[in-house]
Antibody
Framework: EVQLVESGGGLVQPGGSLRLSCAAS????????MSWVRQAPGKGLEWVAN????????YYVDSVKGRFTISRDNAKNSLYLQMNSLRAEDTAVYFC??????????????????WGRGTLVTVSS | DIQMTQSPSSLSASVGDRVTITCRAS??????LNWYQQKPGRAPKLLIY???NLQSGVPSRFSGSGSGTDFTLTISSLQPEDFATYYC?????????FGHGTKVEIK
């Protein structure tokens, strides 16, 4: 079955750290860009970070730059998000998502075609 | 960053109604616009990619249109399972950004 399964969420104090994992199965993980997207309670979706197939390129939303690190292990079909210096505003469900693309025309069009169920991170004292 | 503005933020509709949701980008994004459906406690689900391409397995009552800055998601005949929140998302330039969502409720 094609799926993504996140783990590693939990309750952490402000200033603390947490490492999220995402296990991929049913597809060739090493062929895809991968992303983390989060959703604060009762709020909308926010893209957090993504990583190229071989890990050579990584991009982050400004609010997490210098605090979060995205990485992957293609041998283990796994995606990670190391979160340091956590703040209350980082409280959210964190989803991992696969980035697919369409280049049938003259441009490349990217989209999230596969999502995990998410893992809840709560930052509170 | 590119800002995505959805309207309305919520709407009430009846089964069988035609529903239209709009999304406006703060700058030209070509056709780099995707639509997702999310139900409470669930992950988002891709409906439309590249503005007008129906994702495999998605019912044909869903359609997307637009290019440049203005986009539309249309549900031609609303079904009970369509009551959910819908998000647009641009993939023209990083950081990828989402609209704030449109909640479709039962009238």
């Amino acid at each position: 079955e094609v799926q993504l399964v996140e783990s590693g969420g939990g309750l952490v104090q402000p200033g603390g750290s947490l490492r999220l994992s995402c296990a991929a199965s049913g597809f060739t993980f090493s062929s895809y860009w991968m992303s983390w997207v989060r959703q604060a309670p009762g709020k909308g979706l926010e893209w957090v970070a993504n990583i190229k197939q071989d890990g050579s390129e990584k991009y982050y939303v400004d609010s997490v730059k210098g605090r979060f690190t995205i990485s992957r292990d293609n041998a283990k079909n796994s995606l990670y998000l190391q979160m340091n210096s956590l703040r209350a505003e980082d409280t959210a469900v964190y989803f991992c998502a696969r980035e697919a693309y369409d280049n049938s025309g003259t441009s490349w069009y990217w989209y999230f075609d596969l999502w995990g169920r998410g893992t809840l991170v709560t930052v509170s004292s | 960053d590119i800002q995505m503005t959805q309207s309305p933020s919520s709407l009430s509709a009846s089964v069988g109604d035609r529903v239209t949701i709009t999304c406006r980008a703060s700058q030209i994004i070509s056709s780099s616009l995707n639509w997702y459906q999310q139900k409470p406690g669930r992950a988002p689900k891709l409906l439309i990619y590249a503005a007008s391409n129906l994702q495999s397995g998605v019912p044909s009552r869903f359609s997307g249109s637009g290019s440049g800055t203005d986009f539309t998601l249309t549900i031609s005949s609303l079904q009970p399972e369509d009551f959910a929140t819908y998000y647009c998302q641009q993939s023209y330039s990083s950081p990828w950004t989402f609209g704030h969502g449109t909640k479709v409720e039962i009238k």
